[in-house]
């Protein structure tokens, strides 16, 4: 018998918790103001040709000594 009133007892918790998560989302849904797109941005950044290789170099190593 307690263990079906524990089973109820987390079972209504997990569904208030549901609902208000559901409610918060919907209410700064609503609440939150939309952001304008920006005009003129490029979606990625120039990243230097040095750059990439320093990460490349960086990655092949990291993978050389993580082998075995």
Known sequence: ??????????????????FAVQGMSRL?????????????????AAVSPSVVAAISAAIEHHQKQNKG
């Open 1 to 18: 018998m307690l263990m079906v009133v524990g089973m109820g007892v987390v079972f209504s918790f997990l569904m208030i918790l549901v």
């Open 28 to 44: 700064l849904r609503h609440s939150s103001p939309t952001l304008p797109a920006a005009v003129g941005t490029t979606p990625q």
